[in-house]
T-cell receptor, first 114, second 114 residues
């Protein structure tokens, strides 16, 4: 069966510090990968998606970037965090079938920028 | 421009009764719809989906209804249980698109009272 891991679970960082959140998927190959953010009282906002190694698409302009160095690894980064980067970050995967497929989410990382 | 709308931020029902969660969409290209359930500090869990070629899909206590002409879908939970208390997200996708993106509503908090 497939599993998706995210770490850390919780992170408190000062404004201006760098960020690296990691997501890995097990039990599947060539998945589509996604990063979402849920801000307080808001829905799920898609930040980045990837259909292959090194292929990253950004949905909204922001202070964050993403990379996919390996097939089942997706990393969310920032060089300098802003207060507005606080939120609940979710990684998701879906099978790459050429069709819209259900996305499966990881446990999330709660980021608090102070 | 919110393409998927969940106009009720919260809903409270008694255990054993029916819960009806509503979702409206504006993009006529959407043809695949999903419902997710989310507990606090956890990732969303997939519940049920429906393609636009159907108007109903049932899985145990969960049924999703789709009214394409009204651009409206609903999730029925019967009978409701206290463990169903969570935030429910509606999501939609255009299967003809190339990015397999899901657009989420802001969620409805369901509380099932014992």
């Amino acid at each position: 069966s497939q599993t998706i891991h995210q770490w850390p679970a919780t992170l408190v960082q000062p404004v201006g510090s760098p960020l690296s959140l990691e997501c890995t998927v097990e039990g599947t190959s060539n998945p589509n990968l996604y990063w979402y953010r849920q801000a307080a009282g808001r829905g799920l906002q898609l930040l980045f998606y990837s259909v292959g190694i090194g292929q990253i698409s950004s949905e909204v302009p922001q202070n964050l970037s993403a990379s996919r160095p390996q097939d089942r690894q997706f990393i969310l980064s920032s060089k300098k965090l802003l207060l507005s980067d606080s939120g609940f970050y979710l990684c998701a995967w879906s099978p790459r079938t050429g069709w819209v497929e259900t996305q499966y989410f990881g446990p999330g990382t709660r980021l608090l920028v102070l | 421009d919110q393409q998927v709308k969940q106009n009720s931020p919260s809903l409270s029902v008694q255990e054993g009764r029916i819960s009806i969660l509503n979702c409206d969409y504006t993009n006529s290209m959407f043809d695949y719809f999903l419902w997710y359930k989310k507990y606090p500090a956890e990732g969303p869990t997939f519940l049920i989906s429906i393609s636009s070629i159907k108007d109903k899909n049932e899985d145990g206590r969960f049924t999703v209804f789709l009214n394409k002409s009204a651009k409206h879908l609903s999730l029925h939970i019967v009978p409701s249980q206290p463990g169903d208390s969570a935030v429910y997200f509606c999501a939609a996708s255009d299967s003809g698109g190339s990015n397999y993106k899901l657009t989420f509503g802001k969620g409805t908090l369901l509380t099932v009272n014992p």
